[in-house]
Structures are given as C-alpha cells and as structure tokens.
C-alpha cells in the first residue's frame, strides 16, 4: 500500500458534486469544511467550474464557496459573478462586489478589472469614477489588456482622473499591443486626432487596421473612411466600400449613409440607387440624421426611390429634430415644409402622427 498516494487521494473528496447537492450547511454539519486547505479548496473551484461548464449554477456556487471562503481568490471572483448574474443563487450585487472585493484585494486581476466596471458604469452600484480609476490602475499594471484601454479611456475623458490624452495613449498602447481590439481603434483615433501623441494619419490607419481585422466595427468605418482622401492613405473607393460594408453589415448606421452615398454616386461599387436608398433606411432607422435628410431628398425628388411626399415629409422632419450642422437642419426644414405643400390636410395630418410617434419610441422631440 503506498501510504503517500493515499494521502494524495484523501485531500480530494471523491464525490464532490453529491456533496455540492447537500449545501454548505450539510457539509459543515459533517465536519469536512474544518478539513478544507489550499489544495481541497482548488479541489472545489475546480469542480465548481466543471458544473458550471454542465450548466449546474446552484451546485457549481455551493462548491465555489466552499473555495471562496477558504480565500481562494478565482472561486471568489466567480462566486460574486454568480451573485451579479443571479445564477446559483439570488440576485444580489452587494454580495457580488463583497466578493469581488475579496478576490481584488488578493490580487486578482479579473476582479480588479470587473470591481472597476462597476464602479464605472454605476448600474449596479453608485457611479464613482475615482474608484472605477483605482480598480483599472491595479489590474491594468498586472498586464490586464481589457483594463488598461479602460484606464486609458478614463484618462482621455478626465473622470477619476486628471485628463490627460498622453497618458490615454500610453494605457491604450499597453492594450493594443497585446491585440486588444478596442485599445487599438482607440489608439488610432489619438494619431487621428493628434491627441497625446502627433498626430500621423499613417499610424492612425495602422492601429485602425489592426482593429477593422479583428472586426471592431468603429475602426471599419474609420478606416473606410481614410481611404476617401485623407492624408498619408491613397485615395481608394474599393478599399473605402470594402470596410464600410463590413461595419455597415454590423449595424454602423455611419458606414450604412456613407455605402449608401458611394452605392449612389458609382464610387467603388456600380450605381445602384436600389442599394443606395437600402443602406440610407437602414441607418435612418437608427436615427443617423444625416441619413434621414438623405432619405427624405430621395423621396421629394423621386431619386432611387419613387416619390412619395409623405415619406419625403417624415423624414425630413425627423432629420431637422437630430444632430445636423446648422445649415443642414434648415436645408431639412425646407425640405418638409416644401413636401408639406403637396399633401392634402389629411395626409399631412397621418404622417405628422407619423412622426410624434417616431419621437415617442426615440425618446426625442420634435424642434
């Protein structure tokens, strides 16, 4: 008998998940968490991930606190997303920050990293920006890429922080090269700006390529867009209709107008006025203003579309009321007022309906 294997073998209870099943309370009455050390509680985040992986949250909490309270820092990062969650056991995210405290406080880098989301986001806990900084800076200087672009972000925005756009750059260069793909979009769009770094459209169109191939939608869209004519990236049409669609298949309402403008006018990609006028609604519909005073032109006009004053008259109505430059939003005006002509009391009276409702489920109001 090998006494030493058998030692080995008792650390390890062999029918964990039956004894997960019976609950915290169970076990102790049997006397085995006084037995519980380093090795039995890395036993029980183990077992707790194999029933989590099995879809079995209840049990899989029972035995991530049985780790947790031995200090096991990963068991008690996943014991407080379990709280956050509501998975295992109720809902609770004063529970869920305890244990992410515990875990952060160890050095835990996830729970670092998480303990700062929420204080970041403040949906689940008071906002507070100083606290969301400290919790990045911990995990961030462990390496945590997700952290680092987060800290970066503070210090680009100045909250919990001094602004500061070089130190943004240097967390965001951290991040982007360990291939995190929206440190890298955001350390293009410093080069683009000229912000904590010089700005070098060649460096920008880097970083955003590292991005768009990774399929960060933002950076898609930029990248098309440098290759309309921007300094330090040849002018390419193909290369520009390439990227926005594929940021546009993702929803981009900005590269949606913007493919729908190249559909249009041939640049890229053959006119096509059908495809000109679908990629136009779709990022109308998002509410992408610009889009709208397109699509309501199409129709006052009858190009790509046939005319129709009363689409001509909602959309030019809903794009006035959004984000245009000053010239634009009277050009948008004028529009629906010059549609308004042509409807009947009647029809103006349903598409005016129309629109308050439109307002109504965008949470906007007409100007």
């Not at 997303?81 to 998975?87: C, E, I, N, S």
């Not at 952290?147 to 503070?154: C, F, I, T, Y």
């Amino acid at each position: 008998m090998n006494t030493n294997d058998d030692n080995k073998a008792a650390l390890v209870p062999a029918p964990l998940s039956s004894l997960a099943r019976a609950g915290p309370a169970s076990l102790a009455a049997r006397g085995l968490r006084d037995l519980l050390d380093a090795d039995r509680a890395e036993a029980w985040f183990k077992e707790g991930n194999e029933l989590w992986r099995e879809r079995r949250p209840a049990e899989a909490a029972a035995c991530f606190r049985l780790a947790a309270e031995q200090g096991h820092a990963a068991a008690q990062y996943m014991l407080g997303d379990l709280y956050r969650q509501g998975q295992g056991v109720p809902q609770d995210y004063t529970q869920a920050v305890a244990w992410w405290r515990k875990a952060a406080e160890q050095g835990d880098a996830l729970a670092q990293c998480s303990l700062g989301f929420l204080y970041y986001d403040g949906k689940e806990v008071p906002q507070d920006y100083t606290q969301a900084a400290f919790w990045y800076r911990k995990a961030a200087e462990q390496g945590d890429a997700e952290a680092q672009h987060n800290l970066g972000v503070l210090y680009r925005d100045g909250q919990g922080v001094p602004q500061d756009y070089a130190q943004a750059a240097l967390w965001y260069r951290k991040a982007a090269e360990q291939g995190d793909a929206q440190a890298q979009y955001s350390l293009g769009d410093l080069y683009h700006r000229g912000q904590g770094v010089p700005q070098d459209y060649t460096q920008a169109a880097f970083w955003y390529r590292k991005a768009a191939e990774q399929g960060d939608a933002s950076a898609q869209y930029f990248l098309g867009s440098m290759y309309t004519g921007v300094r330090g990236v040849p002018r390419d049409y193909t290369q520009a209709a390439f990227w926005w669609r594929k940021a546009a298949e993702q929803g981009e309402p900005r590269a949606q107008r913007d493919l729908g403008v190249l559909y249009g006018n041939g640049q890229g990609v053959p006119r096509d006025y059908t495809q000109a006028a679908f990629w136009r609604r779709k990022a109308a519909e998002q509410g992408n203003a610009q889009a709208q005073l397109d699509l309501g032109t199409l129709y006052g006009n009858g190009q790509s579309v046939p005319q129709d004053y009363a689409e001509a008259y909602f959309w030019s109505d809903v794009a006035a009321a959004g984000e245009l430059y000053p010239p634009l939003t009277e050009l948008a005006a004028k529009h629906r007022d010059e549609a308004a002509s042509h409807l009947t009391p009647a029809d103006l009276a349903r598409v005016q309906e129309r629109v308050r409702q439109w307002f109504e489920v965008h949470q906007a109001k007409p100007q």
